[in-house]
């Protein structure tokens, strides 16, 4: 191994995670065939998964990476089922992860982009849930601009609906694929105890709000830094806490505390379409004082991790050396998006039931 380079993926052994008992599926077999420990119809935020759930997402993915490990990367799982992918703004990653993970499933796969839909002649957000459904859509992978657009699409619509993304709230296949690509990656495939540091433009991310989250729930020593006009309103939560549980995470703007002994450090883009006037003083500025650099890097474990949700604005919030040097996990964050993406379409079909 390359001198600095994290350490590879761990040997996990079946009782390793959170200490729990936990059932994997036959993910080759029909989902609603499997007896797992699965209660939800949609997935719209990481708050309602339970330790136990949370486990079992990890292990099916982990089922899942084997299926694309396989010389035809499919199984036979949602034949029959229509999954229709809906996306109000613009995506590459996460877009594509979906119609991916659907298809390798056997899904039928429907993906609209609302600016060739009827939404430019004005159709109703309710009127388009309406139309799919007709359509035959059984899931819905829903990304919109205004935070809780998912929540209203789950009441109204017939089938499991999954967030991907929905304005500041919430995007909770991403902190799931960041937890798991954590876990396989540090040392004991664990987080508890790790310094977790996520850098940027945390107001507007709803990736910070999800991973918070998932974050504090599985133990890790959380770290929030960025420009005070950028983190604002996160200390108020960071003091109450997360949870029922009061999770407590820290919120800084001293860049060299925050990335003191990290074990991983998880950049995030600044959100300039999200933004209102007056919060930065420049691109220049921000980069030059919060801008993931090598230097500031070697404050962290050696070895520790580089992480990315992207789209990635390389030269701001994170120097290109940094986005494509040894110890960055980024492209894996996408690969493994994949299989993560794989593994809830799966459970949320067994709760669905045979079509």
Request: glycine share 10%; net charge neutral.
């Amino acid at each position: 191994m390359t001198a600095g380079q994290p350490p590879g993926p761990p040997a996990v052994p079946e009782e390793q995670g959170v200490g729990v008992s936990v059932a994997v599926p036959s993910v080759d077999a029909a989902p609603h065939s499997q007896p797992v420990a699965w209660r939800h119809r949609h997935l719209l935020d990481v708050d309602v998964l339970s330790a136990d759930e949370t486990e079992l997402v990890m292990r099916t993915t982990d089922a899942m990476r084997e299926v694309l490990g396989r010389p035809i990367a499919k199984v036979p799982a949602l034949r029959g089922t229509n999954v229709t992918i809906l996306f109000y703004e613009a995506s590459t990653r996460t877009r594509v992860s979906f119609e991916v993970a659907a298809k390798n499933l056997s899904a039928d796969v429907v993906n609209i982009a609302t600016a060739t839909s009827s939404v430019v002649k004005g159709e109703s957000f309710l009127d388009t849930l309406r139309t799919i459904e007709a359509l035959g859509a059984g899931m819905l992978v829903l990304r919109h601009a205004h935070s809780g657009a998912p929540y209203l699409a789950a009441e109204h619509f017939g089938g499991s609906v999954l967030n991907g993304g929905d304005g500041w709230h919430a995007h909770p296949t991403q902190a799931i694929l960041d937890l798991y690509t954590m876990r396989r990656r540090l040392p004991g495939g664990t987080v508890a105890g790790r310094k977790v540091v996520i850098l940027g433009d945390a107001l507007h991310s709803r990736v910070a709000r999800s991973n918070i989250w998932s974050l504090t729930a599985a133990g890790a020593d959380l770290w929030v830094c960025g420009p005070a006009t950028l983190v604002r309103g996160l200390e108020a939560w960071a003091g109450s806490g997360v949870g029922p549980a009061s999770r407590r995470f820290t919120v800084t703007s001293d860049v060299n505390a925050a990335l003191r002994d990290a074990d991983v450090v998880m950049a995030l883009r600044l959100q300039q379409e999200r933004m209102s006037g007056g919060l930065l003083p420049s691109l220049r500025e921000y980069s030059a004082r919060f801008g993931l650099t090598r230097e500031r890097l070697a404050l962290a474990r050696p070895g520790a991790l580089v992480m990315h949700p992207g789209p990635i604005n390389e030269g701001v919030e994170i120097a290109p050396d940094v986005a494509e040097g040894i110890q960055s996990v980024i492209t894996e964050q996408v690969a493994n998006g994949v299989a993560v993406r794989m593994a809830l379409l799966y459970l949320l079909a067994g709760v669905r039931g045979p079509r």
